[in-house]
C-alpha cells in the first residue's frame, strides 16, 4: 500500500491564483481531512469528510473548497490564494472518525503565496 | 470547541535524561488523546495513545498519564536518545456522537544534545 499520496510537494503562487492539492489514500479509509501546519500554531483542521459525497468544515476553511467524488480521493482547492495560505499542508485519513482510529497523514505540501 | 494548550513549546534535553510534555484540554467530554511525532520534514506520525478509562499507558521508553479531574494529560520520554528529536504534538477528540474532529495542540520542540 502506498498509504496517502499528495502532489505536489512543493508550489510557488502568485496572489490571486487558484490551484488544486491532490490527495489519495489505497486504505479504503472512510474519513479524510485536510490540515495546515504554521509555525506555533500546531495542525489546524480545514475541511474533512466521513466519506463520498459528504463533506464539512474545519477550524480554518474560509479560502478553501473540497469535494469527495470517490472514497481515495480527497482534493483541496485554493479558490484564489492570498499570501496568509502561505503553510505547509498535510492530508490525513483514518479508517473511521479520528476519535477512534489513527490518523495517517500523507508527506506534505508546502506552498508559497507571493 | 475543544481548545488544546501544549507546554513547553521547547525542550532541550542531555541524551539519557527524561522529557516531559504537558497537555490540557477544555471539554470535559474528550476521550481519547493521541500523541504525534514529527521528524524534521516528515509527516506526523502517531506515537501512542490514551483513552479515558486509563490512567496510563506506556510502550518500552514512552508513557502518557491522563487525568480526567484536572483535563490534562503528559507524554513521559525516558532515557531519552537522539533520535527522539522531533516536534511532539498532543491532541484531544471526543468519541461520542457525530464528533470527527481532532484538535491539536501548538507542538513541543525537542532537542536531545549529545
Known amino acids: 500500500n502506498a498509504g496517502v499520496t499528495q502532489t505536489p510537494k512543493f508550489q510557488v503562487l502568485k496572489t490571486g491564483q487558484s490551484m488544486t492539492l491532490q490527495c489519495a489514500q489505497d486504505m479504503n479509509h472512510e474519513y479524510m481531512s485536510w490540515y495546515r501546519q504554521d509555525p506555533g500554531m500546531g495542525l489546524r483542521l480545514i475541511h ?18 473540497v469535494s469527495r467524488s470517490t472514497t481515495e480521493d480527497f482534493p483541496l482547492r485554493l479558490l484564489s490564494a492570498a499570501p496568509s495560505q502561505t503553510s505547509v499542508y498535510f492530508c490525513a485519513s483514518s479508517e473511521r472518525r479520528p476519535s477512534t482510529d489513527t490518523q495517517y497523514f500523507g508527506p506534505g505540501t508546502r506552498l508559497t503565496v507571493l | 470547541g475543544e481548545n488544546v494548550e501544549q507546554h513547553p513549546s521547547t525542550l532541550s534535553v542531555q541524551e539519557g535524561d527524561s522529557a516531559v510534555i504537558k497537555c490540557t484540554y477544555s471539554d470535559s467530554a474528550s476521550n481519547y488523546f493521541p500523541w504525534y511525532k514529527q521528524e524534521l520534514g516528515k509527516r ?26 484536572a483535563k490534562h494529560f503528559s507524554l513521559h520520554i525516558t532515557e531519552t536518545q537522539p533520535e527522539d528529536s522531533a516536534v511532539y504534538f498532543c491532541a484531544a477528540s471526543r468519541q461520542r456522537g457525530g464528533d470527527y474532529k481532532l484538535s491539536f495542540g501548538a507542538g513541543t520542540t525537542v532537542t536531545v544534545r549529545a
Open chain 1, 48 to 65: 474533512y469528510s466521513v466519506g463520498a459525497g459528504i463533506t464539512d468544515q474545519g477550524e480554518v476553511p474560509n479560502g478553501y473548497n
Open chain 2, 44 to 69: 506526523p506520525q502517531l506515537i501512542i495513545d490514551i483513552r479515558s478509562n486509563v490512567g496510563e499507558k506506556k510502550d518500552q521508553r514512552i508513557a502518557v498519564t491522563l487525568n480526567k479531574t
